[in-house]
């Protein structure tokens, strides 16, 4: 998966905000174990939405061909606790935003309708991590999520077009970060998550999401 043309500053900003920011020394060295929580900015991408649309609206009787806003930026949450330098759970809620549609109904009327597709998901991952130095880590991610999916679809025109479903499913999660030690309670994190399906195939279209997310992290110590 290749990282977002738009995203490639994020390294040397990351290192440059963490220069200034954190004090010339060294940090301690991390504890066993501690409570953290965080928030994260992310923008999920799904190429294939408008296919996936097209396949739950073919099994509701409609021909169409649906072109989607690929991406959306949106919130997500974290309530983690790290039981060893290498090893932590989280508890996760994120979303995938409102994705505007628009359709070109062939059958059985030809008709203009648009809409939107979004997901809210809440999951618990478990997190393998590399510290590399006192402020540098690496990590994989590791979970499952409940998604909450709904498809809402409308004519244009007045004509007979009118979807409005819902589903719920559950994805793997797989993902890769790195975060960089501000001060000892305080890092940032950049991640790129996947979640391999999102919604149901038969009523809201199903599609797999692409995460890149950057965030920061309150450590309890």
């Known amino acids: 998966m290749k990282l977002n ?54 099994n509701q009787g ?28 989280e508890a996760t809620y994120d979303r995938a935003g409102v994705m505007n549609l628009q359709s070109s109904i062939a059958s059985p009327a030809a008709d203009t309708a ?6 809210n998901g809440i999951g618990l991952h478990a997190l393998g991590i590399l510290p590399i130095d006192s402020k540098w ?24 077009t009118s979807v409005s479903n819902t589903s719920s499913n559950t994805s793997l999660a797989v993902g890769a970060g790195t975060a960089y030690a501000l001060t000892p309670n305080l890092d940032v994190t950049a991640e790129l998550v996947r979640y391999n399906r999102v919604g149901d195939p038969a009523s809201t279209g199903r599609v797999g999401l692409s995460d890149f997310n950057i965030g920061l992290r309150y450590h309890f110590l």
């Open 5 to 58: 043309s738009r995203w490639v500053w994020l390294p040397a900003l990351l290192t440059s905000v963490g220069a200034g920011l954190a004090a010339p020394a060294a940090f301690a060295a991390d504890p066993a174990s501690d409570l953290y929580i965080g928030a994260s900015v992310s923008s999920k991408s799904a190429s294939s939405l408008g296919g996936g649309i097209d396949t739950a609206l073919a």
């Open 62 to 89: 409609l021909g169409s061909s649906t072109s989607v806003g690929n991406s959306s930026t949106n919130p997500g949450l974290r309530l983690g606790y790290r039981i060893n330098p290498n090893f932590a759970v």
């Open 114 to 119: 648009s809409g939107s597709w979004k997901a």
């Open 137 to 160: 880590s690496v990590y994989g991610r590791l979970g499952v999520e409940q998604w909450h999916t709904t498809l809402n679809l409308a004519s244009n025109a007045g004509g007979a």
